[in-house]
């Protein structure tokens, strides 16, 4: 994937990675980078800054996402890398309401759904295209302190997955990015001494880093922080050990905070 003369769809695009994203894609020579977010000033900020173009949407909602995807095509020209990136934390366990449940699964997972949906017609037809879901290392190990994201971000990881193996030889290029804690608006709540940035807490123009140079390799794995590997080998390797781990930093390390 090169994105030189590339035209990128980025969600969750007014701040954090998502901005990120939108200011390295840029910088590599992107042709345009559709900046969209539910924050309308946020959007268009950005958007100035890149000289792309902003879009509002509510990407939880299936016409908003689809209203994004017809408008790039017709007035922009064929998506190259849609960027499905809007992401949604809610502390807790299983106490958490119905309603917040349901938030966090219409963003965290049916947005990707959503993406996909919209965007894989027109990329199978042309033969090409590449989607990018962000989700997270709790999506492949767990996340202390919140309920909702590790199991949101475990369907996440489990439909990019899904996307590669059924698509992947019709043209299609499938990344999922998991990184641990970057600071962003969702880790200001985050307690001193939290599991969740137990190796680091990373700029969200690391990971943009660590995401072009995924798109180049065409990983479908990006993982900013690379200890998450080794994580991930332990955990499949001896499943009662890692949960007994996961036991013990739970026990030393505070929850998270509400990041709202």
């Known amino acids: 994937m090169r994105l030189k003369d590339s035209i990128a769809v980025v969600t969750g695009g007014a701040s954090g990675i998502g901005r990120a994203l939108a200011w390295r894609f840029t910088t ?19 958007a100035a800054e890149v000289g792309g173009i902003a879009m509002v949407a509510d990407v939880s909602r299936s016409v908003d996402v689809a209203r994004v995807v017809d408008e790039t095509e017709a007035n922009v020209g064929p998506i190259d890398l849609f960027c499905s990136n809007a992401g949604l934390f809610v502390p ?20 990707h759904v959503h993406a996909a949906r919209a965007v894989l017609p027109p990329m199978v037809a042309r033969g090409r295209g590449y989607l990018l879901q962000t989700a997270s290392a709790a999506g492949l190990l767990s996340q202390i302190g919140s309920a909702p ?18 698509y ?3 043209g299609i290029k499938v990344s999922v990015l998991c990184p641990q804690a970057v600071r962003t608006r969702m880790t200001d709540g985050l307690a001193v001494g939290s599991a969740a940035a137990v190796d680091g807490i990373l700029e969200p ?24 590997l080794e994580y991930m080998r332990r955990k499949t390797a001896d499943y009662d050990r890692w949960l007994s781990g996961m036991r013990k930093l739970k026990s030393r390390c505070p929850d998270v905070t509400d990041t709202d």
């Open 28 to 46: 590599e020579g992107a042709r345009c980078v559709v900046v969209v977010d539910i924050d309308a000033d946020g959007a268009r900020a950005v």
């Open 92 to 111: 807790g366990g299983v106490d958490v309401s119905d309603d917040r449940w349901e938030e966090i699964w219409g963003v965290n997972v049916l947005a």
């Open 149 to 166: 994201y590790a199991v949101t971000k475990h369907a996440a990881v489990g439909f990019a997955e899904w996307l590669s193996i059924t």
């Open 168 to 170: 992947g030889d019709q």
């Open 205 to 228: 123009g690391q990971v943009a880093d660590a995401v072009v140079a995924g798109l180049e390799d065409e990983r479908f794995l990006i993982l900013p922080h690379p200890e998450v």
